[in-house]
């Protein structure tokens, strides 16, 4: 028997799997890709003078909006990654973000741009910010897919961003959800029902 067919045996299948979600389309991958491009385009131009650019991928949503997004930007760069873990309760401004995975290389002096998948209270991009301007660079701009402004508890100047959404949980497209799946999905969505 193949994994395959274990894995999607009907008598391993619970009340929740992946078969059983309805995911409503709320952004589709088209209009996503179109985003893409106007920011690649205008991260391009306002950097052009620059010259070259560290983009740092917030891990994990952002890693395929991050791909999608490096490759429309025509400019020497180069990419690293950082991964973070917000501790208690999200709605506290004391909440601590640990670093789970730090950048590779110093950024001082550079011109970093943080790449995020969705700026929803602030608290974590606000932590994250303050963490990596002790680090010195010569500059440091935010760029997110999403923002939910219904959620925001500290303001974090978004300097490129794609779409505002309501204050709805949203998935795919790197995005987190239940178990960690539809991180695969080219769109993003609801979950039916939220
Ligand atoms: P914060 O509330 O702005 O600190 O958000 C922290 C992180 O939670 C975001 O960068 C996302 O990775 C994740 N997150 C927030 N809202 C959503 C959502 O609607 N779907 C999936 N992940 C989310
Ligand atoms: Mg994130």
Not at 118 to 143: F, M, Q, W, Y
Not at 170 to 193: C, F, K, Q, S, T
Request: include cysteine; proline fraction near 5%; aromatic fraction near 6%.
């Amino acid at each position: 028997m193949t994994v395959g067919a274990v894995l999607y045996s009907p008598a391993l299948r619970s009340d929740t799997d992946a078969m059983t979600e309805r995911i409503v389309p709320l952004i589709s991958a088209e209009a996503i890709q179109t985003r893409v491009d106007a920011l690649g385009a205008q991260i391009s131009a306002d950097y052009a003078e620059t010259g070259s650019l560290v983009v740092v991928s917030v891990l994990k949503g952002s890693f395929l909006f991050c791909a999608d997004l490096v490759r429309k930007i025509d400019l020497p760069l180069r990419i690293d990654f950082l991964a973070v873990r917000s501790y208690g309760e999200a709605t506290k401004s004391s909440g601590i973000v640990q670093i789970v995975h730090d950048l590779s290389r110093p950024i001082e002096g550079e011109d970093v741009l943080l790449v995020e998948d969705i700026v929803d209270t602030g608290l974590t991009l606000a932590h994250v910010i303050e963490l990596l301007k002790t680090r010195r660079p010569r500059s440091l701009k935010l760029c997110s897919l999403l923002h939910k402004p219904a959620r925001t508890k500290v303001e974090v100047p978004i300097d490129y961003l794609g779409f505002t959404i309501e204050d709805k949980f949203v998935i795919g497209y790197g995005l987190d959800g239940p178990r960690e799946h539809y991180r695969n999905l080219p769109y993003v969505g609801v979950l039916a029902g939220e």
